[in-house]
């Protein structure tokens, strides 16, 4: 059942993607470039997404002790945010910014056939397994190996 709603729901937010426009890297790089012709389509792609958000939060999942599909709530706290989540936040911003690709639109693009949300897709996994390898590994924040990698759970 968790799978079936996993793919649907992902299959939701990929129509929405490519109804919206959101998988063209042009409308994110014009979003962010404010010195040219400034596109602000993803601003009212997002505001729709937070406001659909707030509303479903605000009718369904506030009432709720638990979400359908885990035993509780995960919400953030201040001691979650440390060092690691805000440079890791700033390399995710410039990498999508620089190509107008996140994850979410690169998949989409990727699965449709396009070679250069391949790359970016590609390059994100190998990202990816990089940071596992050296959480594994055990190396800290500073780059050294140690005990751990601090701030992760």
């Known amino acids: 059942m968790r799978l079936l709603i996993a793919a649907l729901t992902g299959a939701l937010f990929g129509a929405g993607l490519l109804v919206s426009g959101m998988t063209q890297p042009a409308r994110v790089i014009g979003f962010l470039d404010v010195t040219r012709a400034w596109d602000p ?83 994100m996994l190998a990202g990816m397994l990089l940071q596992h390898r050296l959480r594994a590994a055990g190396v800290r924040e500073t780059g050294s190996p140690g005990a751990g990698v601090h701030g992760l759970h």
């Open 41 to 123: 389509s993803l601003a009212f792609v997002m505001a729709g997404a937070i406001l659909v958000n707030a509303l479903a939060f605000w009718s369904i999942a506030r009432r709720r002790t638990a979400p359908w599909f885990d035993g509780s709530f995960h919400l953030p706290t201040r001691q979650d945010v440390d060092r690691r989540l805000v440079a890791g936040a700033a390399f995710f911003g410039i990498g999508w910014g620089l190509v107008g690709y996140c994850p979410g639109p690169a998949l989409v693009t990727a699965a449709a056939g396009s070679a250069s949300g391949a790359i970016f897709v590609a390059a």
